[in-house]
């Protein structure tokens, strides 16, 4: 499906959040700063948006990995001319890549398309470094009636149908929109990363009410 829509994603994700998501990714940014001081890892990284973030904050490498060749296809012209990045095809709940290896890593609104949070979140611990940060953006599942009612007109009206006009792919922006009333809440999604070993250093509701961003670090103590 992301193959699919990886063409227009760009510009319906631009329009769709009329360009917040672009404070969202930089709120992301500051909460693992700073990010100078190792490899960093974009998970799910489509089409390089928060790859282009962490090399502007200084990140020395980054290595962006997700499913769809389509996405990274799509991306990698945006990136500058010998810039220190390594574009993946792989899956994230079974990453190829060593133990131990990231000082920080990312996923921007990956994770509610990956069948098992678990696994991805073992995967991620495993091959952060301790002391490591890991920020997730995400539209987890609502619980507060507020931000079901603003998700409820969003999910159902505004993103099939804007996201349907600009993609030509209306199935794609539905199943989007259907992804998040059946994710985890932000509050499951803690309580996963905690079971997998992870430290919780913050979790919080972004504005408007869909979106959050929940930051996690891998103990300094932590040996694998
Ligand atoms: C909504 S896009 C987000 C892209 C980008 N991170 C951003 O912030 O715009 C979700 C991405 O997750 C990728 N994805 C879905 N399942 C995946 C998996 N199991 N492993 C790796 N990437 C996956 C998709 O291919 C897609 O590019």
């Not at 499913?67 to 500058?80: I, T």
């Amino acid at each position: 499906m992301f193959d699919r829509i990886a063409p227009t994603y760009d510009l319906a994700n631009r329009v769709l959040s009329m360009g917040i998501d672009t404070i969202w990714r930089r709120k992301a940014l500051a909460a693992i700063a700073p990010v100078a001081e190792g490899p960093a890892l974009d998970l799910c990284a489509g089409t390089l948006d928060l790859t282009l973030e962490l090399l502007e904050h200084g990140a020395p490498s980054v290595d962006a990995l997700d499913f769809s060749a389509e996405m990274l296809a799509h991306g990698r012209p945006r990136l500058p001319e010998g810039a220190p990045v390594r574009t993946l095809q792989g899956d994230a709940q079974d990453l190829e890549l060593p133990d131990n290896t990231y000082a920080t890593g990312l996923c921007g609104f990956g994770l509610r398309n990956v069948p098992d949070n678990r696994k991805a979140l073992s995967e991620v611990f495993r091959v952060l470094r301790p002391g490591g940060r890991f920020a997730v953006l995400e539209f987890f599942r609502p619980v507060r009636s507020d931000a079901k009612a603003f998700h409820a007109v969003f999910n159902n009206v505004v993103l099939p149908t804007v996201g349907g006009l600009i993609s030509g792919d209306r199935a794609a922006y539905s199943y989007l929109a259907d992804s998040m009333v059946t994710y985890l809440t932000r509050a499951d999604f803690e309580a996963t990363a905690l079971d997998v070993g992870f430290e919780l250093v913050s979790g919080a509701e972004l504005l408007p009410p869909v979106a959050s961003l929940v930051v996690l670090k891998k103990p300094v103590e932590a040996t694998s």
